[in-house]
């Protein structure tokens, strides 16, 4: 059972950066592909990212945010730069087997969350 614990959100305005943390136990992120996900309030779940098992990039819905791993520390990252209120929202992470990255029913653990909020 692998157990994912995000941090590093908060209160910030905009144009400012943050990188969120994707703490992994019980499993390897080397095994994993691990996702960036958010929701905002009365909003669907949006796919941000993602970094496959073998730590090439799946890529970002936007170039402002960058993943990447620690494999040493079995963290996972999201490096947001030139944050927008539009950014708002609970970050989730979440890790895979499958292959098929996108899709939020395609991951098998998920953490609790962290809040980013921007104001303007």
């Known amino acids: 059972q692998v157990q994912l614990v995000e941090s590093g959100g908060g209160l910030v305005q905009a144009g400012d950066s943050l990188r969120l943390s994707c703490a992994a136990s019980?499993?390897?992120?080397?095994?994993?592909?691990v996702g960036w996900f958010r929701q905002a309030p009365g909003k669907e779940r949006e796919f941000v990212g993602a970094i496959r098992w073998s730590g090439s990039n799946a890529g970002t819905v936007d170039s402002r945010f960058t993943i990447s791993r620690d494999s040493a520390k079995n963290t996972v990252y999201l490096q947001m730069n030139n944050l927008k209120p539009e950014d708002t929202a609970v970050y989730y992470c979440?890790?895979?087997?499958?292959?098929?990255?996108?899709?939020?029913?395609?991951?098998?653990?998920w953490g609790q969350g962290t809040q980013v909020t921007v104001s303007s």
């Open positions: 019980g499993g390897t992120v080397r095994t994993y592909s």
């Open positions: 979440a890790a895979t087997k499958n292959v098929m990255l996108d899709r939020g029913a395609n991951y098998y653990y």
